[in-house]
């Protein structure tokens, strides 16, 4: 049985090749398919060759073709004769995001079965997950609506909206930003859905989310979020003025203002500005002496 796999290892291939080796090739796994959904899972599936022995049994691997390193499957899903048709990888993170071929070898009693396979890379074999919706409020005259798509092998994504109006018909529309902005919205349900932006032009659209629906009336509460946020920042400012009160005051008494002099004329305290006099120097407001009478003795 070894010798049989390693001819198929040797070939270069593209896609599901029709086992010509030796063995039965009607005995091999047929229609072999392999898929990434739900964020971590790798799910193959094939189907019992049509002239396999009653005791064929079927196994899965996974190769690397830039490291070669192999991974066996640990899950596998029988048929009602207990052949295996279906393997599940539980956990994506840990492959190579490089060319991935599949294998599928088969045993049975008294005949040899060739190996079938397919090569691609795991980023374009991935169905993605429908989006979860992160957040999303309304009011009269806005809503507002975002959302989030996960996946260890893509970043690049193209959605799908759904959205329905009242009791108009529903329409669709295709964006590239993770979040829906509505002007004047009234009532409305809407979903979204995902593809790989990259491949889009042959990847199937993922699943679509849970239906959103939305009730924009006026004075519509805002999100607990942006509620949460304008109270931490009221909080803040409001700390703040007391905090600059307790400095004005802690000030007052370090350093007190200096009293004013009292006016012992007028019984007022002086505010006004002083200067001071020099004896010595001509006051511009004096007034030279023009004439001098003596008016006599009384």
Not at 39 to 54: H, I, K, M, N, Q
Not at 131 to 154: A, D, G
Not at 194 to 212: C, E, L, N
């Amino acid at each position: 049985m070894a010798f049989v796999c390693l001819a198929v290892f040797l070939v270069p291939v593209s896609g599901l090749l029709p086992p010509d080796h030796e063995g039965n090739p009607r005995a091999a796994a047929e229609n072999l398919t392999c898929w990434v959904h739900d964020v971590d899972f790798l799910t193959c599936s094939w189907a019992v060759g049509r002239e396999a022995p009653r005791d064929v049994q079927y196994h899965l691997y996974l190769e690397n073709l830039d490291s070669y390193e192999k991974w066996p499957c640990s899950q596998y899903r029988a048929d009602e004769q207990g052949t295996n048709v279906q393997c599940r990888f539980h956990n994506i993170s840990v492959f190579s995001k490089d060319l991935t071929r599949f294998l599928v070898n088969g045993t049975g009693s008294g005949s040899k079965i060739p190996c079938s396979e397919t090569t691609d890379r795991l980023a374009k074999i991935e169905v993605l997950a429908a989006p979860n919706i992160t957040s999303r409020w309304c009011n009269q005259s806005y809503s507002f609506m975002q959302w989030q798509v996960r996946s260890h092998l893509n970043d690049d994504f193209k959605y799908e909206l759904q959205i329905q109006k009242g009791t108009e018909l529903a329409y669709k529309q295709e964006i590239y930003k993770a979040f829906l902005e509505l002007n004047n919205p009234g009532t409305y349900t809407v979903q979204v859905r995902a593809r790989d932006a990259t491949f889009s032009h042959y990847k199937p659209w993922g699943p679509w989310s849970v239906p959103q629906h939305f009730v924009c009336e006026e004075g519509a509460r805002l999100p607990v979020w942006l509620t949460s946020l304008l109270i931490a920042l009221g909080t803040l400012l409001a700390m703040g003025l007391v905090l600059r009160f307790c400095r004005f005051s802690v000030m007052q008494k370090l350093f007190p203002p200096i009293p004013h002099m009292k006016d012992h004329i007028n019984g007022k305290l002086q505010n006004g500005r002083t200067m001071t006099w020099d004896p010595d120097q001509d006051s511009q407001e004096e007034c030279p002496v023009a004439e001098v009478q003596v008016l006599g003795e009384t």
